[in-house]
Structure formats: C-alpha cells, structure tokens
C-alpha cells in the first residue's frame, strides 16, 4: 500500500528556534496533504492542507505566519513551526488522501515536538 | 474542527470482554473511519465503512453506521491487553479531496 514518511519522529528545540518536518509520499504522487496537530490527550485537529504549487489552506485559528507550509513537489510537504514556544509542543502528524470514498487516507508517523 | 462525540471517553475492562465504542457525526460522509492509536505513536487503520454499508466486520471487530442517526459503533470482541490504545473514528465528507475529520477518541484499557 502507499507509504507516506514523516521526519523527524521526534524533536526537542529551544524557545525561539524553527523546525521543519517533513512528510514524504515513496511511492505516490500527493497533490495534497493534509497537517494535523494532537496535544496530549486529546483527538487530532486539522491544522491546514496543503496543496502543490498553491498556497497551503489553513483552519480557523491557526496562524499561517507561524506554521510555514511548502509544498515543493507532489512528493513532500513540509511544515516549518517558526520561532517554537513551549505551547507550540504537540505531535504532529500529516497525511495524504487515499482513493476518495474508497480507501483510507495515508498517515505519515508523526512527529513529536517538544519545546523548551 | 471536530465532527462530534465519542463515548464513552474512557472504558476498562477485562481481557476476554467486548468492548463497545460509539461516535457520533454532524455532517454527510463518503464513509467512516476507525483508528487506533497507541500511546504517543501514529495512528493504525483498522477498518472503514462506506455510506451505504450498514455493518462490517474484521477479524474481532464490528462496525455499524446508522447514517440516519449519524452514528457509528466499533465493537472489539474478546478484548486482549493489547487493544489497550486510543480509538478514533473519522469521516471523509462528500467532496472529494477533503481531510478526514476526527472524533475526540475513546481511551480503552484491557487489564489481564
């Protein structure tokens, strides 16, 4: 089945500092991934989708100018959380849609993010 | 956004019950999702059912969906100590491309 791989799995920075996650489909071409963020606890929200070569989508309440989406090519997407807080920590996970209405979608392993 | 309820949030029990999740939904799906995920980890694709399926099963478990009521229910027979996970359901709305939209999960714990 498809493949979709995350990187880093896990991440610790300083306040103030970037990081850049990256989710990568090996073996399918993904016009659009979808970012999720789950704090602890609690269930996944969709943070923004993103779309190759346009400008990514974001949900209510998120703020685009500090969760940078790149979406290069129709293999990775990448998504940048700028200068880092410590509320910023979370796992992060993506996903690409699977077949619509006939399969599941593909989710990259996630990536956790710690800030301190 | 979220698209509605789980219950219950969480749920013990012993090895060799069943174990019965409920999810509810706000609005017109392709089909339904369920997921587990174990702690801190990614998420497992258990089973999916479409909209015009009612039920269907898969080794140990059994998904229903009641689209009238917008409704699904994930049923783990004979429960083992490793089900212990977090179980969320999710929906693919009708047009096509959109993200899944995620349940608040259910937290099961199978002791032996």
């Known amino acids: 089945g498809a493949v979709v791989s995350q990187h880093p799995s896990w991440v610790i920075c300083k306040s103030g500092t970037s990081v850049k996650i990256e989710c990568r489909s090996l073996d399918f071409q993904a016009t659009t991934m979808f970012w999720y963020r789950q704090f602890p606890k609690q269930s996944l929200m969709l943070m923004a989708t993103s779309n190759e070569g346009s400008k990514a989508t974001y949900e209510q309440g998120v703020e685009k100018d500090k969760f940078l989406i790149n979406h290069a090519s129709l293999t990775l997407s990448t998504l940048t959380v700028t200068s880092a807080h410590p509320e910023d920590s979370s796992f992060y996970i993506c996903s690409a849609p699977g077949q619509v209405g006939r399969g599941e979608a593909f989710f990259g392993q996630g990536t956790r993010l710690t800030v301190v | ?112």
Not at chain 2, 6 to 15: K, V
Not at chain 2, 35 to 50: A, D, E, F, P, T
Request: glycine letters at 8%.
């Open chain 2, 1 to 112: 956004s979220q698209q509605g309820e789980e219950d219950p949030q969480a749920l013990s029990i012993q090895e060799g019950e069943n174990a019965t999740m409920n999810c509810s939904y706000k609005t017109s799906i392709n089909n339904l999702q369920w997921y587990r995920q174990n702690s801190g980890r990614g998420l497992v694709h258990l089973i999916l059912i479409r909209s015009n399926e009612r039920e269907k099963h898969s080794g140990r478990l059994r998904v229903t969906l009641d689209t009238s009521k917008k409704s699904s229910s994930l049923l783990i027979t004979a429960s083992r100590a490793a089900d212990t996970a977090s179980y969320f359901c999710a929906t693919e709305a009708n047009q096509a491309g959109t993200a899944l939209i995620f349940g608040k999960g259910t937290t099961l714990s199978v002791s032996s």
